[in-house]
């Protein structure tokens, strides 16, 4: 191979993972073939780079019934990546105007270290070194307004750098001063939250700073956990405040803090850098500065009185007119102004900065990162700078934030410097002080040293109010507050769901009830122990204990709905109803097994609150993987209770995502564990949901053995109702599956009782029962019992959830079902005494479909249930041609989301076969009817479904006979009776409450 050839194919790899610029034709230079090839490249100098918006996704939500639903959203924040030639500069001329910056020239240890290294990739030499003093060039690694950042090697220390090659070679004294500002500064400081500078010196008139090397990402591209988001962004902020504060201590300020400006290091750690801006608290505004200061003031107060006035530059384009300027540095021959996202408003309008003008910035970038979007709006720095300084704070969309840092950011974003906070000091304290955290540390010292907690816990109470047991109100600052139940509120409005503002007043009710007697119980105990001396610590601290986890339950479920969708929006009064009564901390009996000083219990508590919560609201592979995470927490720290009751929620969570083989080992794991720490409630909670899983799968003998051990640890629990309650619930569940639908009845009659005097008459809960009971009274054929109870079921749903809410669809399909039953066994007797019952289920069905599908749209497969059983009343009318088209739209619904073979599929074939028999469409019911009994062939379906499919086919068999040749007739009428019979013993395994259609059945195979 020649050297021509050798060199073209190393040309050609080259180009084909270089991408064409300017900058790279400059740096190779006429020497070799490839400055040959740029000059015969049609580029257009200067071009800007063009970045696409980021898309931030939301993760797809699961759900109990019905499709998954993604949303996604589009971030337009971030632009602080934008190409070097994006960037901005304040023009001093008298018209005030932004406009673009020349494109910086690229630094000439750039073009040393590209023609080394493509002179060796063409010549096969080794490539020299580049060296800025004893530091070896490795690679380039960003840019920013102030210089070029690479990594390097020192070679006398041994160690990976960064150094940092200021631009501004070729300005004047003063400016070239200026450029060294951000190395004498970084010298100043030593902080764990600062990068650390080695050295600074100067490499071919240009100064450069040796300083840490950080292996990581910045802050603004640091993504906290999901499920302790806050939490970890108020971590990691507050180590870049203290590093602003130690620089503030230090006589300087940065004057361009911003998430770009902050690191985090992959040992978790955050520093600050780039203090480029910073220069001594002290030091005076030169002349250069009041330049500045007029032309900065002007466009800022332009932009606060809105005046019209038309910008331009020499492109004939403003630059406040893109968006693209708001993230970058603005700039004036290497003096840096800020960056107009972040900037406090006396630097907009071109007033000396301060230390408070950091606490300013620093609000801003963590107020964007919790809540996703930043205090101040504006598509032009023009409209950016209007808003910050008339302070037209905007209104975040959604988030739970505690109310204690909302109110501390408010704070540090005020227009006037004076009425932010002291120092960043006072600010970060302010952060920190959660009344939250007051209420663990109680809680934590009362799992162990119970004689301490009593001190703590009476002096904490003590010091709240006025009395010494008036603190519980404060307790749900930030919990159950007014500003939590507005947020609440207009999460829920805003969602548009037709049950919206009924779920509102529902949840509100619910909550309001348990936050009064969480203040109750609080003031309870406290004066039982303060007041009444009448308790021992022991038993204050474990009531204590069980008070904390209530509110963090509390808590947790509140942050979950400041953020909801119509699905939280459905399920959000159960879920409030749902949580642990607060009146069971009267006993509290169990204590938490942690050593009291592992503050990780607190963790702990917070996982498994989210999670049940996310449980609550149907969220269920989120709670999954929360309690995964509880789980291993309670693990680490070796706490059997702890560990028994993760167990048990992630069990439950298996059990609802209907992963039945790991819900059992992970029950009963939690058995194991529960036996461990003595904790029968969990023990209790674990068979019962053993017996819900042996339910659903139809194992009754083995729930009958889990049921005997639930009864037994319920006995030596004592005084549980409302575990008695789940207990006699799922137990009456096996006993229908077993056919004893009167033990059934009264199980569940005796959940209802519990329920009604524990919760009150018209709690959702009570309602659950009541729809048991009547499914119960339907199996025995009471229909019209069943009909009182599902009545008074729905209700308390519309009352509690609304008219249009989703479960007041399932009451109504309930009523239709009773009124249909009622109207059927009339119908042997009485046809015109049965027309009303079937128009009444009718339109009981008809106001089914129209609520689910307001809510989960048209072709949603809980529609097509409702639309099944609304074409089987209109065939009962007689109105077959309605029933034809109901009952072909609800087949069509289903094949599509259920398949073909479904049961529920076959079942509205079969109605849909019958109707246009009755129609005379006899050839396409038949075949109809026909896949219809295909697909029952080797199935467990229930014997009155099986019954029905049998006796349809036999009836469209005899009508498919009427001209059909005497011997296949003879075959079909044969064929036809063999199916009526196998009928007629369904409908008698099905038992009495089919001895209508059984003798109907009987008497078509007599007359045949």
């Given amino acids: 191979m020649n050297s021509t050839t050798r060199c073209s194919r190393i040309e050609a790899s080259i180009f084909s993972r270089v991408a064409w610029s300017t900058s790279l034709c400059s740096l190779i230079g006429g020497d070799h073939s490839l400055g040959a090839r740029c000059r015969r490249a049609a ?182 956990e999901a499920e302790a988001r806050v939490a970890e962004i108020l971590d990691m902020f507050s180590q870049a405040g203290r590093g602003l504060a130690a620089a503030h201590a230090a006589g300087l300020i940065h004057r361009d803090f911003k998430p770009d400006n902050a690191l985090v290091g992959k040992d978790g750690r955050v520093r600050v850098l780039d203090f480029g801006l ?38 004939g384009k403003g630059v406040l007119d893109s968006t693209d300027s708001l993230s970058a540095p603005l700039t004036r021959t290497g003096a840096i102004l800020g960056t107009p996202a972040y900037m ?58 505690p109310q204690h840092v909302r109110r501390a950011l408010e704070r540090g974003l005020a227009v006037d410097a004076g009425e932010r906070w002291p120092n960043m000091d006072s600010l970060l304290a302010a952060l920190a002080d959660d009344p939250r955290k007051r209420r663990r540390r109680v809680a934590l010292a009362s799992v162990g040293a119970l004689a301490v907690v009593a001190g703590l816990g009476w002096g904490f109470v003590r010091s709240q109010g006025p009395g010494p047991c008036e603190g519980g109100e404060r307790e749900l600052e930030g919990v159950w507050d007014d500003d939590t139940r507005a947020k609440v509120e207009r999460s829920f409005l805003a969602t548009k769901a037709p049950y919206a503002e009924n779920a509102w007043q529902g949840t509100a009710r619910l909550l309001d009830d348990y936050a009064e007697d969480w203040v109750d119980m609080h003031r309870e105990v406290c004066e039982a122990s303060v007041v009444r001396k009448e308790e ?36 959000a009064v159960v879920a409030a109803g749902s949580l642990s009564r607060i009146e069971a901390c009267a006993k509290a009996e169990a204590l938490l097994d942690s050593p009291v000083d592992d503050a990780r219990v607190g963790q702990l508590e917070r996982l498994l609150a989210n999670a049940n919560g996310r449980k ?148 959702p809960e009570v309602a659950i029962s009541l729809t048991n009971i009547a499914n119960a009274l339907t199996a025995q054929g009471q229909h019209d019992k069943a009909e009182a109870h599902a009545r008074r079921a729905l209700e308390i749903f519309e009352a509690q959830l609304g008219a249009d809410h989703p479960y007041t669809a399932a009451s109504h399909n309930n009523i239709g079902n009773s009124l249909l039953e009622q109207g059927r066994h009339l119908a042997w007797t009485d046809r015109a005494r049965a027309r009303p019952y079937f128009r009444q289920a009718a339109d009981h069905y008809q106001q089914a479909v129209r609520i689910r599908e307001a809510n989960l749209g048209s072709d949603h497969p809980s529609v097509a249930l409702n639309l099944h059983n609304l074409g089987e009343a209109q065939r009962l009318l007689g109105d077959d041609d309605e029933a034809e088209a109901t009952f072909a739209r609800s087949l069509e619904i289903k094949r599509e989301h259920l398949g073909p073979e479904h049961p529920s599929v076959t079942m509205t074939m079969t109605g849909l076969g019958r109707v246009r028999l009755a129609l005379g469409k006899t050839k396409s019911a ?44 003879d075959a079909a009428r044969e064929r036809a009776r063999g199916l009526a019979e196998e009928a007629r013993e369904h409908y008698r395994e099905a038992g009495d409450a089919y001895r209508g259609e059984r003798e109907e059945v009987e008497a078509w195979i007599e007359a045949l």
Avoid at 744 to 755: K, M, P, Q, S
């Fill in 43 to 224: 580029l257009v100098p200067g071009a800007p780079m063009v970045h696409a918006p980021k898309v931030a996704r939301a993760s797809d939500r699961s759900e109990d019934e019905g499709g998954s639903e993604a949303s996604r959203e589009l971030d337009m924040g971030d632009m602080g990546d934008m190409g070097e030639d994006q960037r901005v500069e304040l023009d001093g001329v008298a018209d005030d105007l932004l406009r673009p910056a020349a494109p910086v020239r690229v630094a000439a240890i750039d073009a040393e270290h590209m023609r080394n290294a493509v002179a060796a990739r063409l010549f096969g030499a080794a490539a020299d070194p580049v060296r800025i003093g004893r530091y070896t060039i490795l690679a380039r690694l960003g840019a920013g307004g102030m210089g070029v950042v690479y990594s390097a090697y020192d070679t006398q220390l041994d160690r990976k750098i960064a150094i940092k090659l200021l631009r501004g070679v070729d300005e004047e004294q003063a400016h070239h001063a200026r450029m060294t500002r951000e190395a004498q500064a970084l010298a100043k400081l030593s902080h764990p939250n600062v990068v650390q500078v080695f050295e600074f010196d100067t490499f071919r008139g240009q100064v450069y700073v040796a300083m840490e090397f950080v292996e990581g990402q910045t802050l603004r591209d640091w993504e906290p």
């Fill in 278 to 315: 910073a220069r001594g608290i002290d030091e005076e505004v030169d002349a250069e500065a009041d330049t500045q200061k007029r032309s900065a003031s002007s466009m800022a107060k332009g932009s606060a009185s809105a005046a019209s006035k038309t910008e331009a530059s020499a492109s």
């Fill in 344 to 401: 406090a408003p006396e630097q907009h309008l071109g007033q000396r900065a301060d230390a408070r003008s950091d606490q300013f910035a620093f609000c801003v970038a963590l107020w964007e990162k919790l809540y996703g979007q930043r205090p101040y709006l504006g598509k032009t720095p023009r409209e950016l700078a209007g808003a910050v300084v008339r302070g037209d704070l905007s209104e975040p969309e959604s988030a739970a934030v």
């Fill in 536 to 571: 021992s610590p022991e038993l204050v601290g474990r009531k204590m204990v069980c008070l904390g986890q209530r509110l963090t339950e509390l808590e947790q479920l509140t942050g979950l709905l400041v953020d909801a969708d119509p699905d939280v929006v459905s399920r």
């Fill in 616 to 763: 609550a609201l149907a969220k269920y592979d989120e709670g999954l993987e929360i309690a995964e995470k509880a789980l291993a927490l309670a693990r680490e720290i070796g706490t059997a209770h702890g560990e028994g009751r993760a167990l048990l929620l992630l069990g439950d969570l298996q059990t609802k995502r209907r992963d039945l083989d790991a819900a059992k080992q992970t029950l009963r794991e939690a058995l194991r564990r529960a036996d461990v720490a003595g904790d029968d409630a969990t023990r209790v909670q674990a068979l019962t949901q053993l017996m819900r899983v042996s339910f659903l799968e139809h194992d009754l003998d083995t729930g009958e053995i889990l049921a005997a051990d639930a009864r037994a640890a319920l006995d030596r629990l004592g005084d549980a109702p409302l575990l008695e309650a789940d207990f006699d619930l799922h137990y009456g569940s096996l006993a229908m599956a077993r056919g004893d639908n009167q033990s059934a009845g009264e199980y569940h009659r005796r959940a209802l009782e519990i329920r009604e005097a524990q919760l009150g008459a018209d709690h």
């Fill in 926 to 969: 038949l075949d109809l009817l026909e896949q219809a009994a295909a697909a029952r062939k080797g199935r467990k379906d229930s014997p009155d479904a099986q019954a029905e499919t049998a006796f349809a086919l036999a009836q469209a068999l005899i009508a498919s006979t009427a001209k059909a040749p005497a011997a296949e007739a």
